[in-house]
């Protein structure tokens, strides 16, 4: 297993609508002084600026929660980043997640700790209109091409030894998503000489919301594929219901990843 805690510097890429990295409500410039008073976990901090204290969100990435894999690791390599001076932080104008927390990106004298993550492998890209999406996401795609961090086949444990691949995804069916949930479907397919078990196997998307365990008990043929429906239906051979309350893959772009029992990845796919 490979894990390289890699400090890169960060180039902001301009998104198209023009969107800045300032604020005109929290202070972040690089003549505040920003103090780290608690690594929450891989993707969240509590931060003192110039005596105000926040609660910030690492904009455009998704570390591991915390009862999953690398999730210590992942907190640990913030710890760890965080601590030389001085650190600035740069929020996405006006921009605060579902809990409140305010949205940016932590800058070291190292370099942008959301990419220093991504690109060791410690969390994943989230396809989201930001100024730093491009470099997110292209740091991802490099972690996954040399296996490093979660996306090794033994990140979690000892590797299944599948031949799973994602090799095709319906987000987007005709009508309103909410009335076509069982239209909207990722399909696995078994590309190994062997049936799979793959029963505890969880699909999951970029975010931290959406996770589904295969039944136990469903077995994948050899050359064979299975398409897992988002809404509600009865399990055959080839397909089976994930029976979600709403859409789970976002129109725009999303990233299916495939995990073994262990949580290790075995599949991956991000789209379009």
């Known amino acids: 297993m490979r894990i390289a805690l890699a ?3 960060l180039t902001a890429v301009a998104c198209a609508g023009g969107d800045a990295t300032t604020t005109t409500r929290v202070p972040g410039t690089s003549d505040t002084d920003v103090t780290v008073l608690e690594v929450l976990d891989g993707d969240s901090l509590r931060l ?11 904009v455009g990435i998704n570390a591991p929660e915390r009862n999953e894999c690398f999730a210590d690791r992942a907190r640990d390599a913030v710890e760890q980043l ?7 932080f740069r929020p996405v104008t006006n921009q605060r997640d579902q809990f409140g927390r305010v949205l940016g990106s932590l800058v070291t004298p190292g370099g942008d700790v959301g990419l220093s993550l991504v690109t060791a492998g410690l969390a994943v890209a989230l396809d989201v209109d930001h100024p730093d999406r491009d470099a997110l996401l292209q740091a991802e795609s490099t972690a996954r091409r040399d296996g490093v961090g979660l996306w090794a086949d033994d990140a979690c444990g000892p590797s299944s030894g599948t031949a799973l691949s994602i090799t095709a995804v319906e987000p987007n069916p005709p009508g309103r998503d909410e ?3 069982a239209d909207e479907w990722v399909e696995i ?3 190994g000489d062997g049936a799979v078990e793959l029963g505890g196997f969880v699909l999951r998307d970029e975010s931290s919301q959406h996770r589904f365990m295969l039944p136990e008990g469903f077995e994948l043929a050899s050359g064979r594929s299975v398409r897992v429906r988002t809404g509600c239906g009865s399990d055959t051979a080839a397909d089976v219901f994930w029976c979600a309350d ?3 893959w976002n129109n725009g772009g999303d990233l299916v990843m ?3 029992r262990n949580g290790s990845m075995v599949a991956a796919r991000r789209y379009p």
């Open 48 to 58: 003192d600026i110039d005596g105000e204290v926040i609660e910030a969100r690492l």
């Open 246 to 248: 709403g859409p789970v």
């Open 7 to 9: 400090v890169v510097v």
């Open 179 to 181: 009335d076509a949930l």
């Open 258 to 260: 495939l995990l073994d």
């Open 189 to 191: 397919t078994n590309d």
């Open 82 to 88: 965080t601590a030389a001076d001085p650190l600035e």
